[in-house]
């Protein structure tokens, strides 16, 4: 799963990036957190001189972590299962700083409060040898502690 969101990205920074300036930088990398451990890979370019953080966002959007591959299709996809839209889930948190540097992320386990209701989104990525059990399983692992949390408010 990891190794083909490292091949979507660097597709997508092919669009942006000079040629033959992208290289990932870590793949597989082991983040350990009280409740999920998460494979971490780093992927780095640059930019074409014609081309801005906002061009790189806008092409390489929605991150290949939410689409799959192929992206579009997989975009249509989504589009026609789904009945609501993601709003905040999904999208991207980032910054843009006044020398051009840009890091982001993609909101992936995210809490929304909105007229006085909490909303809760997770997910997992599935791939051809996925095991459904499993994934569904760590859907919760990776939600869990706001699951708890807002349990405790109830």
Request: glycine fraction near 10%; aromatic fraction near 10%.
């Amino acid at each position: 799963e990891n190794l083909m969101i490292v091949d979507l990205l660097r597709n997508d920074l092919g669009r942006s990036c000079l040629p033959g300036s992208i290289h990932v930088e870590r793949l597989f990398e082991l983040q350990s957190f009280p409740t999920v451990h998460h494979l971490v890979s780093t992927i780095r370019g640059e930019l074409r001189p014609e081309r801005g953080a906002w061009e790189l966002l806008r092409d390489s959007f929605p991150g290949g972590s939410i689409t799959g591959a192929p992206k579009r299709r997989a975009m249509q996809i989504i589009a026609e299962l789904e009945n609501d839209p993601r709003d905040a889930y999904c999208g991207s948190v980032f910054y843009v700083s006044a020398d051009g540097r840009m890091d982001s992320n993609i909101a992936i386990r995210t809490l929304v409060f909105n007229q006085g209701r909490v909303h809760c989104w997770g997910g997992g990525g599935i791939v051809a040898d996925s095991e459904w059990q499993r994934e569904y399983q760590e859907t919760f692992d990776k939600v869990g502690r706001f699951l708890d949390t807002l349990e405790a408010f109830a």
